[in-house]
């Protein structure tokens, strides 16, 4: 029975080696990219260190580069974009701000800033055009969670007796913007990581088994397969500083953090993103390649050793582009 289950296995991993590979498209930039927004099959943006955005309008074919004025030292570690013209961008820290373009990045507006010692944005993710949610590591122990109801033009601090407390030594990690994701129409997930790692949904904390215990270990990144009855929710993350090890680096909890079961194959490697595609389709990228899973996480395949922080599907389409480094890459079928 072990054999069959064995030949099974491989059969299953060698469909997805042949049927997905990924192409690097862009490999030359100066710059360290972790935010990425595929608005549609044509529509990408991504951003990065040194103040940088890019944009493409033709499905990564060619490239509009742009350093926001007055921002050139800023790492713009995600952005949001909801169409060509209009994006909103996040710079982590030493001041945290939140920057808007509605004319393709001709120019930019401040609608956040905070100078607050020790504050350092994550993350951010949007239910849809109008309403979103940002959060950053904690302050006094508290997550810092900012929301906007009007598409990113004004965001508004939610009041710190209502923010989670976090314990000592546990924080987000601003790998690829992903540690933050919608999981109804008004509640949203995020995970923490380093010497504690949980997930959470308001006040409520769920333990999960992802390595733990160091500055550099836990979750990086979390998505959500939504569903009527019940969500699936993947986690990965690992040991940035051991990027080869399979070691605790994935989780998958689909009664809502009540119970969490691991992969029988990991992802092969430290994961610093996770992204739904369809049906039971997955897809994580991390600084050692890319793994794709068919069956809702339960094992991964290693279809690119091609480095990558980051990796979203279109909002509205199919395409699947990757971002890290100086690179961008496109999923093949």
């Known amino acids: 029975m072990k054999k069959i289950f064995a030949v099974v296995v491989l059969l299953f ?16 930039k100066k710059t ?21 955005v890019g944009k493409s309008i033709d499905g990564g074919d060619i490239w509009t580069w742009m350093t926001v004025k007055g921002f050139e030292k800023t790492d713009f570690r995600d952005i949001e974009a909801f169409d060509e013209k209009t994006a909103v961008i996040m710079g982590i820290a030493d001041p945290a701000y939140i920057l808007k373009t509605i004319d393709g990045g001709n120019s930019w507006n401040v609608v956040y800033e905070n100078k607050t010692t020790g504050m350092f944005l994550d993350a951010m993710t949007f239910w849809n055009v109008q309403s979103g949610i940002v959060i950053g590591d904690p302050i006094n122990n508290k997550v810092f969670i900012a929301r906007t109801f009007d598409g990113g033009n004004t965001w508004k601090e939610v009041p710190e007796q209502y ?46 088994p992802v390595i733990q215990g160091q500055e550099t270990t836990g979750a990086n990144s979390v998505a959500v397969k ?30 809502g953090g009540n119970t969490f079961s ?64 100086g690179k961008i890459g496109k999923l093949v079928l």
């Open 163 to 208: 923010l989670p407390v976090a314990d000592k030594g546990e924080a987000c990690f601003a790998s690829s913007g992903t540690n933050v994701a919608t999981l109804n129409k008004q509640e949203a997930v995020f995970i923490t990581g380093g010497i504690r790692s949980r997930m959470y949904i308001r006040d409520s904390k769920f333990e999960m």
């Open 226 to 255: 939504h569903l009527k009855k019940k969500n699936t929710i993947i986690i990965v993350g690992g040991d940035f500083n051991t990027k080869d090890s399979t070691a605790k680096n994935c989780c998958i909890t689909t009664d």
């Open 32 to 52: 360290s990219m972790r935010g990425l927004s595929v608005v549609s099959d044509k529509i990408v943006w991504v951003s990065g260190s040194a103040g940088t």
């Open 13 to 28: 991993l060698f469909t997805i080696l042949k049927a997905q590979t990924v192409q690097v498209i862009v490999s030359d």
């Open 262 to 325: 691991v992969p029988t194959i990991a992802p092969h490697g430290y994961r610093s993103c996770v992204e739904y595609l369809e049906k039971d389709n997955w897809i994580s990228c991390g600084l050692n390649g890319v793994d794709y899973s068919k069956d809702d996480g339960k094992t991964w395949a290693w279809i690119s050793k091609d480095g990558f922080h980051v990796c979203k599907k279109a909002k509205k389409g199919k395409a699947v582009f990757f971002a890290g480094g």
